[in-house]
């Protein structure tokens, strides 16, 4: 197997661990502990606000490929091991429609609007 095809095969597997966690968090049976660490991963994940900025040579882009995972990781240890792997099945059998990618991603858009304003707004006064 080619290393390519191996990244390929990983990329997809992080993706359906992504997807089930997603479902994972709506399950009712999954502890609220876990729910706010699976929150604070995603939201870390889609931010575009690192600990250590992206234009940094080379630890820019370490922290997303060591927290990131690392988070989903013990996101997934969170979550008893029944749940997640009827969350893992249905994330491989009916995976997210384009429709539910774009409400997700309207979603995100928002969020980042909004703070934005309000950052604005609240420099705008601080100079005011």
């Known amino acids: 197997m080619s290393v390519i095809a191996s990244w ?11 997807m ?5 968090y709506r399950d009712p049976r999954v ?3 876990a729910k706010v660490f699976m929150a604070a991963v ?4 889609i931010s575009p606000i690192d600990l250590i900025p ?5 630890l820019g882009y370490l922290d997303d490929l060591i927290i990131v995972p690392a988070g989903i990781y013990l996101a997934i240890k969170m979550i008893p091991r029944g749940i997640m792997q009827e ?6 059998s009916n995976p997210f429609s384009s429709r539910a990618k ?8 928002s969020i980042w609007i909004l703070v ?13």
Do not use: H
């Open 8 to 18: 390929k095969q990983q990329a997809k597997q992080l993706k359906n661990e992504t």
């Open 20 to 24: 089930a966690l997603c479902l994972a």
């Open 31 to 33: 502890p609220w502990y």
């Open 42 to 45: 995603i939201g870390y994940a």
């Open 54 to 58: 992206d234009f940094i040579p080379v």
């Open 87 to 92: 969350c893992r099945e249905k994330a491989t």
């Open 102 to 109: 774009w409400v997700v991603a309207g979603i995100i858009i």
């Open 116 to 128: 934005i304003v309000l950052a604005v707004k609240f420099i705008w006064q601080a100079l005011s």
